[in-house]
C-alpha cells in the first residue's frame, strides 16, 4: 500500500485497472506531498532524458509492419483474433548508436537535487526525445534551470524555456562543417555534471528492479508497467536520504 495514497483499499495501487494510467501518475503525486513534510524540497531544477523500453519483437511481414504503420489491421488477422490479441500495434522500431530496438519509451523529468521522478510520458520508441517535452516541463520550481542532453536542443525549444522564464542548461551540439568549440566542448562538460544524475535512475530501473523488458501488448498496459515502475522507484528513493540525511534543513 502506498504511504499516503488517497485512493480506497478496495481499489488500491495493485489492484488498478490497465486503462486507468492518470491513477497511476495520481499516486506519484502523492509522493511528491510526501517529501516536502519530511523537509526534502523536490524542486531544485529539472533534467529531461528518455530511456528505451523494449518489448518482445512481433515477426511481421514488410506488408503487415505498412499496414500498422498507417493505423490499420491486416486483413490475414481480421479473422483470427486469437493471433490479433498477440500483436502489439502500438509499439515502433527506432534506431540509437547504429542498432534497432522495438518498443516504446519512457520520458521522465527528474529532480535535480533528490533524483525522484517528478513526471513522466510514454510513448512509442520512434517519437523523438524533444516531442515528449510538453508533457515533462514543470513551473513553481526553486531552481529555474533545466539540463538535457543535445537531441533536445533547439530553437523552439530555447524559445519555450525562456517563455517559461526557466533558463537553459540543454548540450549544445555541433553541426556539419561547423564542430563545437573548445568552449563549447567544456559548457557541455561542466552540464554533464548535472545530467548525469538522470542515468543513475535508468541504471535503477534497468540493474535492480528486474530489467527494463516490458512483457504487455499495446500503449495503454505499457504506461501502465512503465509509470507503475516509476512509482516503485520513487517509493524506493523515498526511504534513502532519510538514511543519508535523517534530519533535513
Not at 49 to 70: C, F, G, L, Q
Not at 105 to 118: E, S
Not at 125 to 141: I, K, P, R, W, Y
Amino acid at each position: 500500500m502506498l504511504i499516503g495514497c488517497p485512493m480506497p483499499r478496495r481499489r488500491g495501487c495493485i489492484a488498478m485497472r490497465w486503462r486507468r494510467p492518470a491513477r497511476w501518475r495520481s499516486c506519484s503525486g502523492c509522493l511528491t506531498v510526501i517529501w516536502p513534510r519530511r523537509g526534502y524540497i523536490a524542486r531544485g531544477g529539472q533534467i529531461l532524458d528518455a530511456s528505451i523500453v523494449p518489448v518482445p519483437r512481433n515477426h511481421n511481414t514488410r506488408d503487415e509492419n505498412a499496414t500498422i504503420k498507417k493505423g490499420e489491421v491486416s486483413e490475414d488477422w481480421a479473422d483470427k483474433s486469437a493471433k490479433r490479441v498477440q500483436k502489439d500495434v502500438d509499439a515502433r522500431w527506432t534506431k540509437k548508436h547504429g542498432k534497432s530496438h522495438y518498443g516504446y519509451k519512457n520520458h521522465i523529468n527528474v529532480d535535480r537535487t533528490h533524483k525522484l521522478v517528478r513526471r513522466y510520458h510514454v510513448t512509442d520508441a520512434a517519437v523523438h526525445d524533444s516531442q515528449a517535452v510538453d508533457h515533462l516541463l514543470m513551473q513553481g520550481n526553486i531552481g529555474s534551470g533545466v539540463w538535457a542532453d543535445a537531441a533536445y536542443r533547439s530553437e523552439k525549444m530555447e524559445a519555450k524555456l525562456r517563455a517559461l522564464k526557466l533558463k537553459s542548461h540543454i548540450h549544445r551540439k555541433g553541426n556539419r562543417g561547423k564542430p563545437l568549440t573548445d568552449q563549447a566542448k567544456g559548457s557541455n562538460r561542466t552540464k554533464s555534471t548535472v545530467r548525469v544524475r538522470v542515468e543513475h535512475i535508468f541504471g535503477a530501473l534497468a540493474n535492480d528492479m528486474g530489467g527494463t523488458l516490458v512483457r504487455t501488448i499495446g500503449l495503454v498496459r505499457a504506461k501502465a508497467k512503465i509509470g507503475m515502475k516509476n512509482l516503485a522507484y520513487n517509493m524506493r528513493r523515498l526511504g534513502q536520504p532519510g538514511r543519508i540525511n535523517p534530519h533535513p534543513a
